[in-house]
């Protein structure tokens, strides 16, 4: 059985990836941080099923705490590794530049020499970003466009990707950067725009929210469906070589268009919800985000299965539910009002 290590597993790529590797037969093992509250939410379905059979292993750690990194790989001896963990709101990164970029950095540089050292053959997969490329160009962005990190996010995973090809190149290691756009799912954290969007949407068709206060309308991204991704992760780690792989899935859309396809689906118009709110604008906004997803395509065989459109309806389906649950238990005086009104 084939071992897998990784970081970040509490997270949405974490949660889709463990989920996406127990189903390949693997064994995961994920690291969680002590926190005064549970934060294995999104993992709970997974615990319960399979921590009892060994198959999902979870331990306390930290990407700034290199010693548990060092020993938990030296138990374990993974096959591979996955380093999903980060502070991965950019602009947050701009509020905690300090933990956003250490996190980022040392983590990385941690696990790559803990790799270098435990002289197996581990395969290292390097959550990168394409927040690195900037948002400058209107163009395709491939493996070889040019990084012009716009945030302390984005500068942090600029590092930690030159790292990875250092160690694969000079150690001759198999490291392997996925630079990925931004993808989404129900599972996607409250605060990126997308799930904001449709937490929002949930909550003002069962009456418990008026109004979505969000920043720039005109930004545009590339965004696929994480599902679809994790399965590019590994499929990178399986390729008879290390590289440096785009993923993406070509179409460029703005927040207004996912605004659209959203609110049309529960029947309502944006322009009667939304607000704009200053604070939500960023220090240095990336405006335009488009991949060329072309090398995975052809070398792993990978393509984006969920749509732009099936990405939101889904997003919007899942929060209609929640909200429903929500409003039950607001009126049984058994959670309060935490969200915007
Ligand atoms: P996410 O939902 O924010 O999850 C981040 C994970 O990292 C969580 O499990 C979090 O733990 C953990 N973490 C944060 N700081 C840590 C630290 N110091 N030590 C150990 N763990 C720490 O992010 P995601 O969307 O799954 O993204 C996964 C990775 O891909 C991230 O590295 C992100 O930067 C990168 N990425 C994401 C996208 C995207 O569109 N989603 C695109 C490109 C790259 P808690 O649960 O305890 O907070
Ligand atoms: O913002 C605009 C905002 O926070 C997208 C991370 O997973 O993908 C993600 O980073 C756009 C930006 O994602 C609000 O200004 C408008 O232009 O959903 P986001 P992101 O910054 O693209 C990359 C690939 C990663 O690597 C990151 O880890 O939407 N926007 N109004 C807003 N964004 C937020 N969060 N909230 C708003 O109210």
Redesign the pocket.
């Known amino acids: 059985m084939k071992k897998a290590f990784i970081t970040g597993v509490t997270g949405q790529d974490g949660y889709y990836l463990s989920k996406f590797l127990i189903d390949k037969g693997y064994e995961v093992h994920g690291t969680i941080r002590r926190s005064s509250t549970f934060n294995t939410k999104r993992i709970d379905e997974l615990i319960s099923q399979y921590s009892e059979k060994k198959i999902l292993n979870l331990y306390y750690s930290d990407l700034l705490d290199p010693s548990s990194l060092n020993s938990l790989l030296q138990n374990i001896q993974p096959d591979e590794v996955y380093n999903l963990a980060a502070q ?4 947050v990164s701009f509020k905690n530049p300090h933990f956003s970029v250490s996190t980022s950095t040392n983590g990385p540089v941690s696990l790559l020499e803990s790799v270098k050292n435990l002289g197996k053959e581990i395969k290292y997969y390097q959550a990168s ?3 690195m490329y900037g948002g400058v160009s209107t163009d395709y962005l491939d493996e070889n466009s040019i990084f012009d990190p716009k945030s302390p ?1 984005a500068a942090g995973k600029v590092f930690a990707h030159h790292m990875t090809k250092i160690y694969r190149e000079s150690y001759n290691l198999f490291c392997v950067n996925g630079i ?3 993808h989404e799912s129900p599972e996607r954290g409250e ?4 799930r ?1 969007i449709t937490r929002g949407i949930g909550r003002i068709v069962h009456g418990i929210q008026n109004n979505i206060s ?4 005109d ?1 545009v ?1 590339d965004w696929g469906f994480a599902g679809d991704y994790v399965e590019a992760m590994w499929l990178m780690m399986q390729y008879k070589e290390a590289d440096d792989w785009v993923i993406a899935t070509g179409e460029a859309h703005s ?1 207004k268009e996912f605004l659209d396809i959203s609110f049309n689906h529960v029947g309502l118009k944006w322009e009667d919800y939304v607000k704009i709110d200053e604070k ?1 604008i ?1 220090p240095n ?2 405006n335009h985000l488009l991949g060329n997803p072309n090398k995975a395509k052809n070398l792993l065989d990978w393509k984006p299965k969920v749509s732009f459109e099936d990405l939101a309806v889904m997003m919007v389906e899942s929060d209609l539910k929640l909200a429903e649950q929500e409003k039950v238990l607001l009126e049984k005086n058994l959670i309060s009002k935490t969200w915007e009104d």
Request: no cysteine; charged share 20%.
């Open positions: 991965s709101h950019v602009a970003s394409s927040e996010y990925l756009f931004n605060t990126f725009v997308t904001k969000l920043g720039n309308l930004a991204r927040v939500y960023r906004e990336v």
